[in-house]
């Protein structure tokens, strides 16, 4: 069955929040939570937020870029939000966006967004059709057409590496 053949699905029916104390074992010396735990974090949260919208198995693509704007440490709160942002034949693109929470004085810093994609599996790990994604206001329908060319960005540069 095509994408364009199954029922759509709200954007925002795939939302998923993860939260998480960072504690000394996330951390380096300096105290920072290690980058290499959020990236594991950001990539369960956007691998649920798709599990969720296609009702499949999903297997990581892509992860578009992953930019630390400020610093995790030791004993905040971080949550991330993660939503399908665009769908494809098989593909969906998730944000994911994250953000850290000093519990004892309120304040909360984002700290990343990440864009990753994923692709349905069945159980024998074949690509499978996953529903559309319906944008539901003006900034998903924004995001939806970012989505698209940053869609069209990657596909363009597997074939261009592909080539050499």
Same mark, same amino acid.
């Given at each position: 069955?095509?994408?364009?053949?199954? #029922?759509?699905? #709200?954007?925002? +029916?795939?939302?998923? *929040?993860?939260?998480?104390?960072?504690? &000394?074992? @996330?951390?380096?010396?300096?105290?920072?939570? !290690?980058?290499?735990?959020?990236?594991?974090?950001?990539?369960?949260?956007?691998?649920? +937020?798709?599990?969720?919208?296609?009702?499949?198995?999903?297997?990581?693509? +892509?992860?578009?870029?992953? *930019? /630390?704007? @400020?610093?995790?440490?030791?004993?905040?709160?971080?949550?991330?939000?993660?939503? %399908?942002?665009?769908?494809?034949?098989?593909?969906?693109?998730?944000? %994911?966006?994250?953000? +850290?929470?000093?519990?004892?004085?309120?304040?909360? *810093?984002?700290?990343? *967004?990440? /864009?990753?994609?994923?692709?349905?599996?069945?159980?024998?790990?074949? #690509?499978?059709?996953? &529903?559309?994604?319906?944008?539901?206001?003006?900034?998903?329908?924004?995001? /939806?057409?970012?989505?698209?060319?940053?869609?069209?960005?990657?596909?363009? !540069?597997?074939?261009? %590496?592909?080539?050499?």
């Amino acid at each position: 069955m095509e994408n364009s053949q199954r #029922p759509g699905k #709200p954007a925002s +029916a795939s939302q998923v *929040t993860l939260s998480q104390l960072m504690q &000394p074992e @996330h951390a380096n010396l300096l105290g920072n939570v !290690h980058g290499g735990w959020i990236m594991k974090l950001v990539d369960e949260t956007g691998a649920l +937020a798709c599990i969720r919208h296609a009702q499949q198995r999903v297997v990581t693509v +892509a992860v578009d870029q992953m *930019t /630390f704007k @400020h610093p995790i440490r030791i004993g905040n709160l971080v949550t991330l939000v993660g939503e %399908v942002s665009y769908t494809g034949r098989t593909s969906m693109e998730a944000e %994911v966006c994250v953000t +850290a929470e000093d519990p004892l004085t309120g304040d909360i *810093t984002h700290t990343n *967004t990440a /864009f990753l994609v994923y692709v349905a599996v069945n159980q024998d790990g074949i #690509p499978v059709p996953v &529903p559309p994604v319906l944008p539901e206001n003006d900034a998903q329908k924004v995001r /939806f057409e970012q989505g698209r060319a940053r869609q069209e960005y990657r596909l363009a !540069h597997a074939r261009q %590496v592909e080539q050499t």
